[in-house]
């Protein structure tokens, strides 16, 4: 067994490129255990007086919070401490608890314990909306008690200092929507994958990245010495002196390859026999763009809304929404801006919920099945994009479609919101196109009859792959069935692309896949000439683009499609590019 101060590796996947070297900040992230247990008569005083300083602790960490939290995409955050705060000032929770220990001589823990089963009790019996989502609110104010109460008062984003390497079990969407102004240095999870949308905001934000690296919690503490190697997803706990020195090599050389590829910035993504490549940017915050411009992005491919929607307590109200499109779109032009309508599920738009969402991959009422079921937020949405798309050029793109049916119904929707704008006096681009994510397996056998509804096709491999595939795309325990250059997933893109060229719309990739260099060749062959990606991979995929011929690429395809198993042709993907690019794949 390694002891606390060996040098120890641990495995887990890439997540996202580049090296950190840095000091542990391990996450608290499950409650802590409640016991009971009875009090005699004379210290019952006394523990109404740890759970009234308690109380006052987690008030004034509130406060703190509050004063720290300056601008959006957290501004809603502010609403939902100041709620936080009233909960612990009100009489009839803290008050409830108080009366329990009084009257049955027990523990704070346990009488914060059961005054909150017995609120809650009493939301439940409202069945209101409202109050559904303020049982979440109880539950965080309850556990952040529970924590002052055993002596720990961390918090998410709290007391972390610059260039921190998180640890934690798992990191949500919110939670890095949180940490992604603390200027961490990187992080290692022990759940999550390369396609969990907590991985892909990391790489749009650059940040070193080792999720799946099971047992990393129970092995660091507070403090602990660690490498985050996201290129080849090691972790590397108390590095010796020797090791550091050769992290910090590697990190120079990483920094320099980076630095030269990014001078092809003002280049143009054309192949050496002169085919034009789109290379586009999928983005997630507003701040992101200025990482697009600096690699000479040339649009936007996706934007993803939901960050505008999760962390916060009330829906983004038509303004807000009108006011965030309008400065992306505006920046953006003249080139396009491809906005994906709200992919979200009910578990997302609760605030406050911790969880990972990963936990729910195959969630159903998901994205467009969402917004056709609450039409009021989707109208707004509809009603905020079309308002911005005088400001530029504005694509706007239908999530997780999977039949015919829904872009008639979405086409109809938008007509009619057309017509109340045109009534309210508000001017809108009439002719914004209507696209389809193709990323359900029916919708790839739908491929045809898509072509002739919808303006343009994207495909997002992150879901297209997992449900074809059969394979969760955050689960790390099958991450060897996740594999995108499967026969199979070969032979859905080129059906895609295929039917898009016969239907004469536009086809691009927004999936992770069009942002790894390992498949540009692949993808290229494939038909694809428009591919949207995190930022930072625009330049690796831009030097393929720029030192391949067409043939070469059809070459590379005919033999993939002649081999059998996936094994045979990740194999031969990762020779051929090798020995074409060892600049970009020799380590
Ligand atoms: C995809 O599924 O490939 C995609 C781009 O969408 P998301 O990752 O947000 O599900
Ligand atoms: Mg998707």
Redesign the pocket.
Same mark, same amino acid.
């Given at each position: 067994m390694p002891t606390a101060r060996d040098e120890t590796p641990i495995r887990g996947i890439p997540g996202s490129r580049g090296i950190a070297i840095g000091t542990a900040v391990v996450l608290e992230q499950s409650p802590p255990a409640v016991e009971q247990y009875f009090l005699p008569n004379e210290l019952v005083a006394g523990e109404i007086g740890r759970l009234n300083l308690s109380v006052y602790n987690a008030i004034e960490q509130i406060r703190h919070l509050r004063n720290r939290i300056s601008a959006a995409p957290t501004t809603d955050h502010i609403q939902m401490l100041d709620l936080h705060e009233q909960m612990l000032r009100d009489p009839q929770f803290v008050g409830e608890a108080l009366e329990i220990i009084r009257a049955e001589h027990i523990n704070a823990e346990w009488a914060v314990r059961k005054a909150t089963v017995r609120i809650r009790d009493i939301f439940d019996n409202l069945e209101s909306g409202y109050f559904r989502e303020r049982k979440d609110d109880l539950d965080s104010v309850s556990e952040r008690l529970l924590r002052h109460l055993a002596g720990q008062s961390s918090e998410l984003g709290s007391n972390i200092p610059p260039n921190a390497i998180i640890i934690a079990q798992s990191l949500s969407p919110g939670d890095m929507a949180e940490l992604h102004d603390k200027n961490i240095g990187g992080f290692a999870t022990e759940y999550g994958s390369y396609?969990a949308?907590t991985t892909?905001i990391a790489r749009s934000l650059e940040i070193p990245a080792v999720v799946g690296a099971r047992s990393v919690c129970s092995m660091v503490q507070n403090g602990t010495a660690v490498i985050i190697d996201g290129n080849s997803g090691l972790v590397v706990l108390n590095p010796s002196a020797e090791t550091v020195a050769q992290y910090q090599a590697a990190q120079d050389t990483f920094v320099t390859l980076c630095k030269k590829l990014r001078r092809n910035r003002k280049e143009r993504a054309v192949t050496e026999d002169g085919h034009i490549i789109k290379l586009l940017g999928?983005l997630d915050f507003v701040d992101e763009l200025a990482a697009l411009v600096d690699v000479g992005g040339q649009g936007v491919g996706?934007l #993803?809304t939901?960050y505008l929607f999760v962390n916060r307590h009330s829906l983004p109200n038509e303004e807000e929404q009108y006011e965030h499109y309008r400065s992306i779109i505006s920046a953006v032009a003249p080139a396009r801006t491809t906005i994906?309508t709200l992919?979200i599920g009910d578990d997302k738009l609760t605030s406050g919920s911790r969880f990972p969402p990963e936990l729910r991959p195959f969630q159903a009422l998901r994205a467009i099945r969402y917004c056709l079921k609450e039409k009021a937020i989707f109208r707004t949405q509809l009603r905020a994009l079309l308002r911005a798309s005088i400001h530029g050029r504005l694509r706007i793109m239908i999530?997780y479609v999977s039949s015919v049916d829904e872009i008639r119904e979405v086409r109809l929707l938008l007509a009619e919101v057309k017509r109340e704008l045109t009534e309210d006096g508000l001017v809108y681009d009439p002719d914004v196109p209507l696209g389809v994510?193709i990323?359900i397996p029916a919708a790839v056998v739908l491929a045809d009859l898509l072509a002739q509804e919808a303006d343009f096709f994207?495909?997002?491999?992150?879901?297209?792959i997992q449900y074809s595939l059969a394979v969760a #795309?955050h689960e790390e325990e099958t991450n060897h069935l996740y594999q995108p250059l499967h026969p199979a997933m070969l032979r859905t893109l080129q059906h895609v692309a295929e039917a898009a060229k016969r239907g004469g719309i536009e086809v691009s990739i927004?999936?992770?896949m069009a942002g790894d260099p390992l498949y540009t060749m692949v993808l290229l062959a494939l038909g694809y000439s428009e591919l949207s990606m995190a930022p930072q991979h625009i330049p690796l995929v831009k030097h393929i683009v720029r030192q391949t011929r067409l043939p070469e690429c059809y070459d590379l395809l005919c033999s993939l499609m002649a081999m059998a198993t996936v094994q045979e042709v990740n194999q031969f993907v990762a020779e051929r590019m090798t020995t074409r690019f060892p600049e970009l794949f020799l380590r």
């Open positions: 396609t949308h892909i999928n996706l #993803r939901e994906r992919d999530p994510m990323e994207s495909v997002g491999t992150n879901d297209l #795309r927004c999936g992770e």
